[in-house]
C-alpha cells in the first residue's frame, strides 16, 4: 500500500504543473533543520525542473544550516518585507511547509492568508489546521522532509531529486530524530535514508556540519546551565532548564546556541520530562521534550500557547522567567500520572 494517498500526490504534482508563475516554499517561523531541508530540497528539485521557485522564511535560521544548497537564495521576511511581499504577488503557488497553524507563522500570517493563489501544507504534526486547498499531513513520518521525499517520488518530479536535494532531504529528517535517537518507530524512515544514501549523500558531513559546528561560547554555556541552570523534579520524573537574557550576553548568544539542551535532562536516568525556558525580550519560549507516551503537545497547549508532537513540542509565554518556572512546578502533580505510565 501507498504510504500517502496517491490521490492526493496526484492533485498536489498536478498543482505545481499549474503553476504558470513562481510557486513560494514557506517554513515556520525560526526553522528548523527539517523546516529548511523541506523548503530547500523541494527548492532544488522544482528548479531542476525548471520551475521558477522562491523560499520566503518568517526569520532567521541558525548559522549551521547556512552550507545548505539554496540558503543564499532564501528571503527572510523580517528583513525584508517588502522583497517578500513581491515573491508572493509574482507567485500563484504557495506550499506551507513543517507546520500545521498559521499562527507559527508570527506576523507573516498576513502574507498567507491574503496569498491569492492555490495554497499547500505539507506536514507532519498532528491537528493540521484548514487554512489550505489541498493538506498533506501525515504523523507516521519522522520529518516533513521525509514526507515530502516519498510524495515527490511518486511523482514525475522524482526524476529531478539529486545529491544536493536528497542532502537537505536527509539533513530534515536527521534533525528531526536527533539522529535517529527519537521518532524513529516507523521502519520506512530507514528506507527513506536507505536511498538517499544511494543517492551519494556523505553523511557523515552532513552531520559534522549540523553538529560540529558550534562556538566555543556555546559549549561553555552549556556546561554553565547543566551546572547552574538546571532543577531536577526526581518524584515527578521532570527536569526544567533555563537561560536568562543575562546568560545570553555573558556567553555571547546567537540563534541556535540553545539546540539540543532540552533533551540532556532525558539522559538522568528516570527522567522522561523535560523543559527548556529561553528567556527573550518580550517573551519566553517553552520547549518540551518527552520519553513514552506522555504528551507533551497537551501541557504545551494548555499552558504555553503552542503545540507540537507527542515527545517534542513548544510554545511562548508572555510572562516573566520566574512566572514560567513557577507554572511549570504547579503543573506537574496535574500530569503526574501521565509522567508516571510513560515510565518503561
Ligand atoms: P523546539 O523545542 O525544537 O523549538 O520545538 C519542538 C517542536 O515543537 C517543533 O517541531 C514544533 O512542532 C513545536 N513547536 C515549537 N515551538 C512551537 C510554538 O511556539 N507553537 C507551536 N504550536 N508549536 C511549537
Ligand atoms: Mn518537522
Redesign the pocket.
Known amino acids: 500500500m501507498e504510504r500517502v494517498d496517491i490521490e492526493l500526490i496526484k492533485s498536489f504534482e498536478q498543482l505545481i504543473k499549474n503553476s504558470s508563475k513562481s510557486i513560494v516554499l514557506v517554513p515556520h517561523t525560526?526553522p528548523?533543520g527539517?523546516a529548511m531541508g523541506s523548503v530547500l530540497g523541494l527548492w532544488r528539485v522544482l528548479q531542476n525542473a525548471g520551475l521558477k521557485v522562491k523560499i520566503v522564511s518568517p526569520t532567521k535560521y541558525p548559522e549551521f544550516y547556512h552550507w545548505m544548497d539554496g540558503h543564499e537564495q532564501v528571503i527572510n521576511f523580517s528583513h525584508h518585507p517588502k522583497q517578500s511581499a513581491r515573491a508572493f504577488a509574482e507567485s500563484d503557488l504557495l506550499i506551507c511547509m513543517?507546520?500545521?497553524?498559521l499562527?507559527?507563522l508570527g506576523v507573516m500570517k498576513q502574507l498567507v492568508e491574503s496569498f491569492e493563489g492555490k495554497k499547500v501544507l505539507v506536514d507532519h504534526?498532528p491537528y493540521p489546521g484548514n487554512f489550505t486547498d489541498l493538506i498533506i499531513s501525515d504523523i507516521t513520518f519522522s520529518s516533513t522532509a521525509e514526507l515530502i521525499f516519498t510524495v515527490l517520488q511518486s511523482t514525475e518530479f522524482a526524476a529531478y531529486i539529486d545529491k544536493n536535494a536528497a542532502t537537505s532531504f536527509f539533513t530534515g529528517i536527521m534533525t528531526?530524530t536527533g539522529s535517529f535517537d527519537f521518532n524513529v518507530s516507523n521502519p520506512n524512515t530507514f528506507e527513506t535514508v536507505a536511498q538517499l544514501t544511494r543517492m551519494g549523500i556523505d553523511q557523515l558531513d552532513i552531520h559534522s556540519k549540523v553538529y560540529d559546528n558550534y562556538s566555543a561560547d556555546r559549549i561553555r554555556l552549556m556546561g554553565f546551565c547543566l551546572s547552574n541552570r538546571m532543577i531536577v523534579y526526581p518524584e515527578y520524573h521532570a527536569a526544567c532548564m533555563y537561560i536568562t537574557r543575562e546568560d545570553q550576553k555573558t556567553f555571547n548568544f546567537v540563534t541556535g546556541d540553545n539546540e539540543g539542551f532540552?533533551n540532556m535532562p532525558l539522559s538522568i536516568k528516570g527522567i522522561v520530562f523535560s523543559v527548556?525556558f529561553t528567556e527573550k525580550e518580550k517573551y519566553i519560549?517553552a520547549?518540551?521534550?518527552s520519553k513514552g507516551d506522555f504528551a507533551v503537545n497537551e501541557v504545551?497547549e494548555k499552558y504555553f500557547?503552542?503545540?507540537?508532537?507527542r515527545n517534542?513540542?513548544?510554545?511562548?509565554l508572555y510572562a516573566s522567567l520566574q512566572e514560567a518556572l513557577t507554572q511549570f512546578e504547579n503543573l506537574l502533580p496535574e500530569f503526574e500520572d501521565r509522567i508516571k505510565k510513560s515510565i518503561k
Open positions: 525560526n528548523d527539517d513543517d507546520f500545521n497553524q499562527s507559527r504534526h528531526d532540552v527548556l519560549k520547549s518540551f521534550r504545551s500557547n503552542g503545540g507540537g508532537h517534542a513540542a513548544g510554545g511562548e
